[in-house]
């Protein structure tokens, strides 16, 4: 299509839809018409409250205050996801946004660690990493140090609804036209078969040069109008279901997402400043809804606000995230279960992909696969991420488990878990975002033990890796004594 995009429409208005709103006017400004169409009548999906920390560049890239945002979202701090009777029933560990320790010389933490193990070391891998020290004793401050090794990244747990909402407000106030109407037909050029409008049920016709689609799991644009083929991943990650539900807050609020393992399926628990969100995943070929509910309500422990809500779901992608003028964003692009928080991030860096190849003087082929490739990329990387925390267990208790553990998965995992297993080293692939820390907390937690380490640790002699390690701890422990608890920490910075 050689032909300057000069209106822009998105369909759909959920965190997707908004998101995208938001970004893109405050990008392109008045050289860009943007018009959002949704149905107050078909609603959003009205889940999703965990996050990673990439957010926060976006929401500084949006110019939003910190506390503001606080406020308007009823958004608490995450530091981790502490992931409990995952390798066996009782036993947990955190996946923290931390980095544990600190690169020595030229390799990383971890062989250090593994070295000193061997030496007589018994601090566990998590015990230098102030996230994770956060975590056990519920603290939390804003902390920026000279090396940021010794930082704390955090994300929030916040009411995606009501993130929306505020994005909605500030993309209207930048000059996004909001239309309201149900979608009932998509046309398309007879020729191109490109889209050339979006006509609603009253009759109206919202025409636009590039379309994003943002109609979460309806995909109407990307799927049923353009026919993407959608790739199924059930055969890795069998979930296809959850039920949400509220539930009264505590008086402590935890700065992390805790994430329940059981006999098939897992559960969430997400702290909010007015209340909690909980749901189950599950697999209807494990587990039916009836014996989900129970699960869920036996395992609640506040009040709950409101019945559960059961939302069904396709694991996988879209074959094609952009084909022809259609680019997808959101739920219409895929669905990858929530126990990494990533479908806000794919949200994100689906955005910011679509910002850095934004089309100047028409679409072009090479652009369009660009993007998708990344997506793919980025996609798959996730899904190994999540397949680990299933596949690599040890629990005898069900099918479930045992039939995770049996499973086939990706080959570009199993060599991961094969350097791993063998050398203790990890490397980064380019698009994934789960960079080496956080394979590794989710291995070792997993219970994958290296069976070696990178022989430059051996030129430390016994006594100056212990004293390494001690002055690293103490480093990791120095913040500790300075910082509020979480609680004091919202109600001090969000009044202020
Ligand atoms: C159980 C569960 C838990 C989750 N937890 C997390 C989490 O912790 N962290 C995270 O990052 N993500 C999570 N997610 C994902 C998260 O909810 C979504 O990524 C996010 O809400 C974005 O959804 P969306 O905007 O793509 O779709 P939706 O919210 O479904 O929005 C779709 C929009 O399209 C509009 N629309 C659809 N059809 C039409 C039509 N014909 N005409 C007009 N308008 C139309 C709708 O009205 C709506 O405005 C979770 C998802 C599920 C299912």
Known sequence: MQKAIKKLVIAGGGTAGWMAAALLKKVFGDTLAIELVESEDIGIIGVGEATIPPIQIFNQYLGLDEKEFLRETHATIKLAIKFENWRVQGESYYHTFGAPGATLGVTNFQHYWLRAKELGLKESLWDFDLNYLCCEQGKFNKIKTPNPVYDMPYAYHFDSALY??????LAEQAGVTRTEGLIEQVKQDAETGFVKALQLKDGREITGDLFIDCTGLRGLLIRKTLGVTYEHWDHYLPANSALAVPTERFDTTLPYTRSIAHSAGWQWRIPLTHRNGNGIVYSSGYLNDDQAYQTLMNNLDSK???????????TGRTT???HKNVVAIGLSSGFLEPLESTSIHLIQSGIVRLMKMFPNHGISEAQVRAYNAESKDEFE???????????VNERDDSDFWRDMRQMAIPHRLQEKL???KETGAIFNDANDIFRD????QVMLGQGLQPADYHPAVRAYSKEQLLEVMQNISTAKQQPLQKLTSHDEFLALYTKS
């Open 164 to 169: 929306g909402k505020y994005l909605r407000k």
């Open 304 to 314: 709950a606000l409101a019945e559960p809500k059961k939302i069904s779901f396709e």
């Open 320 to 322: 094609k995230q952009w």
């Open 381 to 391: 990387t996730i899904r190994d991420f999540i397949i680990l925390h299933y596949h």
């Open 418 to 420: 094969a350097l791993f």
């Open 437 to 440: 820390s956080s394979w590794l």
